[in-house]
Every structure is written in C-alpha cells, then in structure tokens.
T-cell receptor, first 111, second 118 residues
Framework: AQRVTQPEKLLSVFKGAPVELKCNYS??????LFWYVQYSRQRLQLLLR??SRESIKGFTADLNKGETSFHLKKPFAQEEDSAMYYC?????????????FGEGTQLTVNP | DAGVIQSPRHEVTEMGQEVTLRCKPI?????LFWYRQTMMRGLELLIY????????DSGMPEDRFSAKMPNASFSTLKIQPSEPRDSAVYFC????????????????FGNGTRLTVT
C-alpha cells in the first residue's frame, strides 16, 4: 500500500541545534513531495515543495529516491520553528491527484 | 481575501445528533478538500471536489458521512448520526489548480472545526 511515514510524533531540540524531521514514503514512481507546517494558532500552510528546490525559513528537504525519503532539515533551529510539521506526497491516480499527509511531527525548540 | 472560511470553529454535540460543517473556499479556486485531523491518524483526506463535482470520496469513513458542494463558493460535510469516535478537527482546503506534477498551486487551509461528540 502507498503510504507516508513520519516515525517521530514528537521531537525536541535546543535552540541552535540542528534538526531533522524524517519522512519516508512508499509511493511508486516519482511522487511530488511537500512539507506543510502548522504554527500554534495558525492555519496549516505550505512550507516547501521538493520540485522547487528552495530553502524556506532555513529549512531544506532533499528527495532521496533510493531511500524513498524526504527528510526536512535545518542546521540551526530557532524557537519560532516550534510547530507541527506534515510530510505530504502527492499521488497521481485515475481520479486525479491527491495530497496525502503523514501523521505529523510536533517539533519543540527549547531556549 | 479572507482565505478559506470554515464554520463553526467549535461544535459540541451529543451522540446521535446530526452535525453540519461548512466551508467557503477562496474565490476562484476550483478544488476543494475535506480533511480530518486526529492524534492517532494525523491528517486524513476524506473527499475532494473539482468544479463542484466530487472526484474522490474513498476517504469517507462510512455512510454516516456525506459531503456536498452545491456551488463554487460553498461546501458542507455532514455527519448523521454522529458518534464519539467522530471527534476530531475537520479542515477544509482549496487550491487554484491541480496538485502535483504540472500543478503549481498549494493547498490553502481553513482554521478548522473542532468537533466534540459526547
């Protein structure tokens, strides 16, 4: 079955430390992958997409087709990065494309 | 634009009652999605519409759930009868274009409706 896995429900780091939020997918082919973020009291919003190869708020994510992973990384975490992060592959199907979210990782950056 | 608007923000109801959640997508967005968020299962896609037509409802849990989109600016998600296990945050989202390959439009989410069924 096609699925996306975020193995850590909770992740806690100290300010200034590197952070990596893991995401593994089992989709066949070349799915397009996204990271969405939900800050406290804010709407869920797009953080970045792999196809654009951009860095947003210091975060990057590299698609590793060999490992079927799309881990989100930031070299120096900030307190304002504390949020819920969702990895989301886009699956193309006969009924159109759909975005499926992982279970999410709650990141807490401690001062 | 005020973004995707959902109502109510909170809903508390008793088991067996009918619940209707409402969503107004961003004007001009042709795609509308309903998601459910729980601690155990994260964000699950329930159903999505394209140009008011339901495209994929395979995520709808059971017949107690139904969704409609009578026009481009309004959609409802109805649960009848509601059960305690339906308690969750329900999100509506819209997008301008198809997602994925060839599409260049992110999902815009509403603030969600927190449903509690006692």
């Amino acid at each position: 079955a096609q699925r996306v896995t975020q193995p850590e429900k909770l992740l806690s780091v100290f300010k200034g430390a590197p952070v990596e939020l893991k995401c593994n997918y089992s989709y066949s082919g070349s799915p397009e992958l996204f990271w969405y973020v939900q800050y406290s009291r804010q709407r869920l919003q797009l953080l970045l997409r792999h196809i654009s190869r951009e860095s947003i708020k210091g975060f990057t994510a590299d698609l590793n087709k060999g490992e079927t992973s799309f881990h989100l990384k930031k070299p120096f975490a900030q307190e304002e990065d504390s949020a819920m992060y969702y990895c989301a592959p886009c699956r193309e199907g006969t009924s159109g494309s759909r975005l499926t979210f992982g279970e999410g990782t709650q990141l807490t950056v401690n001062p | 634009d005020a973004g995707v608007i959902q109502s109510p923000r909170h809903e508390v109801t008793e088991m067996g009652q009918e619940v209707t959640l409402r969503c107004k997508p961003i004007s001009g967005h042709d795609y509308l999605f309903w998601y459910r968020q729980t601690m155990m299962r994260g964000l699950e896609l329930l159903i999505y519409f394209n140009n008011n037509v339901p495209i994929d409802d395979s995520g709808m849990p059971e017949d107690r759930f139904s969704a409609k989109m009578p026009n481009a600016s309004f959609s409802t998600l109805k649960i009848q009868p509601s059960e305690p296990r339906d308690s969750a945050v329900y999100f509506c989202a819209s997008s301008l274009a198809p997602l994925g390959a060839g599409g260049d439009s992110p999902l815009h989410f509403g603030n969600g409706t927190r449903l509690t069924v006692t």
